[in-house]
């Protein structure tokens, strides 16, 4: 019986993160993004706005990796290999985002791929 609720937290998660995504891009960022006196870092405001997207969407993907550990602790399947395949899935999958959306100047993407990459080793060792 408890499963359902795991499978509950998990379809909520997946739900959330979505909403989070799609409608803070709609009704937050954009709009924000419009306003003139928007701050500048490294001599503009597109480093500042790339890195406040990336941010954004990166806690999407977050609540993404744990609700495939609520699904891995609902199946009964969760073991430490599995939840590092998780958080490694999870990290490379921030890591690439964060590389794709600030073009590769913000220096936290090869941090988190060596955080995935650790993680997705240890799952597969």
């Known amino acids: ?30 709009p924000l993004f419009r306003h003139n006196n928007f701050p500048k870092f490294l001599g503009s405001t597109e480093f500042a706005t790339r ?7 990166i ?15 609902a199946l009964g399947s969760i073991s430490a290999s599995g939840v590092a395949l998780v958080v490694g899935i ?11 959306v600030s073009r590769a100047k913000h220096l936290a993407w090869p941090v988190f791929l060596l955080i995935g990459c650790g993680a997705l080793y240890v799952a597969a060792t």
């Open 51 to 57: 890195t406040l997207r990336f941010a954004w969407h």
């Open 59 to 73: 806690t999407t993907i977050a609540w993404l990796g744990f609700a495939a550990i609520l699904v891995q602790l």
């Open 1 to 30: 019986m408890s499963n359902i609720f795991l499978f509950i937290a998990a379809f909520l998660a997946v739900a959330v993160g979505i909403a989070h995504s799609v409608l803070g891009e709609l009704y937050l960022l954009i």
């Open 90 to 100: 999870t990290f490379v999958s921030t890591g690439i985002v964060t590389f794709a």
